[in-house]
């Protein structure tokens, strides 16, 4: 079981700090996607087991920042100078092995219910 916090509204250029606290974090791996009404979720970023290894959508590179503390079961999502195209409905995802994926097709796993992050312009 997963579940989000942090999401709301911001205005451009501003700051979230998104956080998905699971069960169990121990030895997978973790995630973040978003997605906006009629597309389909779109992968954001995710970490490996270890956290020492560490993948970003494109749009996400350099703003975007994800992280883990396992003695929390959590995982996180800092999000920097957000833009409006930023806007959507984000969701955790834990994997089921220690590995992140680099098809946004093979995230099998457990997802939550999603928390919405709103930017204005």
């Known amino acids: 079981q997963l579940e989000e916090s942090g999401g709301g509204w911001v205005q451009t250029g501003g700051s979230l700090t998104l956080s998905c606290v699971a069960s169990?974090?121990?030895?997978?791996?973790m995630g973040w996607f978003r997605q906006v009404p009629g597309k389909e979720r779109e992968f954001v970023a995710a970490?490996?087991?270890?956290?020492?290894?560490?993948l970003y959508t494109d749009s996400a590179k350099f703003r975007f920042t994800v992280s883990r503390d396992d003695a929390k079961n959590t995982a996180y999502l800092q999000m920097n100078n957000l833009k409006p195209e930023d806007t959507a409905v984000y969701f955790c995802?834990?994997?089921?092995?220690?590995?992140?994926?680099?098809?946004?097709?093979?995230?099998?796993?457990?997802w939550g219910q999603g928390t919405q992050v709103t930017v204005s312009s």
């Open positions: 995802w834990r994997g089921k092995g220690r590995f992140y994926f680099t098809n946004p097709s093979d995230y099998h796993g457990d």
């Open positions: 169990d974090t121990t030895n997978v791996a």
């Open positions: 970490i490996d087991w270890s956290g020492k290894s560490t």
